[in-house]
């Protein structure tokens, strides 16, 4: 794997280009070139064109999608008609399901789903479930959150307003007493005491990836909730139910971009936690986490910035390196979280 086409270079993709720039041949693409020096070539253009999206993956390895979920599908048909490796970030159920049909006879690897959730935490859980002979329970939380939060919803949209939204309108996949079903997103709600600060956590789609079917029938609980400040859920319900907002989904994203821009000073949570048993003894393994902004060459990077980012250019390392399998459908669960860390874009996470 040598050259690398990058789509989107928004606020993680123009990260994930400059990640993997330090060691492949990258080239970014967008409608617009970001407004600060760039180390990688760029293109401009729509990918929305097929004849454009086929000219820019005319001689690349593998394509790197940071774009919203409902645009991926595309880039993952071409990629699958070229024969080269795919990777991206969506969170959306139906897209990983179209993906993973396209991956039973691919040439190269069809990894999505390689963001912090669903992404890392499930690397995260899955390395905690095998210290145990036998799993009771794997509960995983992730929360990126302004550090410093103002008004009543305690948020700001430093990810994507599209992705957030169809999270929250989705329903959360889950095993529970043991049966695989579907909840609605924004319930079950639960208190977090984290380093004596309060948070509430909910269900929300596509954090599991593929996780529900990989350990089903082998557990009694599996599920992922989003962390929040306090007071956060009921907001949302309101604006999404209450004024049946939940069909006008442009409308909404506009409404909470423009209400909640993003800041510089985030944090992201990552908190996993598997119960069962070792041997005849039941036992508890806890993961956790705060990350904050760093600094990548001298430029701040929010936190969930650079985990989101790292996170996705540790697995392209690690395919490229022949520590993963190089067709198929890559699951999450199956990437081992000692190499994961030992990759060059991993060991950001230590």
């Given at each position: 794997?040598?050259?690398i ?26 409608k ?9 070539l ?22 790197v ?5 409902n ?9 699958y008609q ?18 993973r ?25 899955m ?13 995983l ?13 305690g948020?700001?949209f ?11 309108i ?23 005491n ?5 948070f ?31 007071g ?12 049946i ?5 442009e ?6 971009t ?9 944090v ?22 705060a ?6 060459d001298?430029?701040?990077?929010r936190?969930?910035s ?45």
């Amino acid at each position: 794997m040598q050259n690398i086409v990058v789509i989107g270079l928004g606020k993680v993709g123009s990260l994930v280009a400059t990640l993997l720039s330090k060691r492949f041949q990258v080239t970014g693409i967008d409608k617009t070139k970001p407004p600060v020096e760039i180390p990688f070539l760029f293109k401009s253009g729509d990918i929305s064109e097929d004849t454009f999206l086929d000219e820019i993956l005319t001689g690349a390895d593998a394509v790197v999608s940071c774009m919203p979920y409902n645009l991926n599908l595309p880039i993952a048909i071409m990629a699958y008609q070229r024969g080269i490796h795919y990777f991206d970030l969506t969170e959306d159920v139906y897209t990983t399901s179209a993906i993973r049909e396209l991956a039973k006879d691919s040439k190269g690897v069809m990894v999505p789903q390689c963001g912090l959730a669903p992404g890392f935490i499930g690397i995260v859980g899955m390395d905690l479930a095998k210290r145990f002979t036998k799993i009771r329970d794997i509960e995983l939380r992730v929360g990126a959150l302004p550090r410093y939060p103002n008004g009543l919803m305690g948020y700001s949209f430093t990810w994507s307003p599209a992705g957030v939204v169809n999270e929250y309108i989705n329903d959360a996949e889950v095993i529970h007493n043991g049966v695989r079903k579907m909840v609605p997103s924004l319930e079950g709600i639960e208190m977090i005491n984290i380093e004596g600060q309060e948070f509430e956590a909910f269900s929300t789609s596509g954090g599991l990836g593929t996780m529900c079917e990989t350990f089903e029938g082998k557990l009694d609980t599996l599920n992922y909730k989003t962390i929040r400040y306090p007071g956060h859920c009921s907001l949302m319900r309101f604006l999404l139910y209450e004024l049946i907002l939940k069909d006008k989904r442009e409308l909404v994203e506009q409404i909470l971009t423009e209400a909640k821009p993003p800041v510089q000073q985030d944090v992201v949570y990552v908190y996993a936690v598997v119960e069962g048993w070792k041997g005849e003894f039941l036992e508890r393994e806890e993961f956790y986490q705060a990350y904050h902004p760093i600094k990548i060459d001298g430029r701040h990077w929010r936190a969930i910035s650079w985990t989101t980012a790292a996170s996705i250019a540790s697995v392209v390392e690690m395919v490229a390196d022949g520590s993963l399998p190089n067709s198929g459908f890559i699951r999450q669960e199956d990437i081992l979280l000692d190499k994961f860390l030992k990759t060059t874009n991993g060991k950001l996470f230590n």
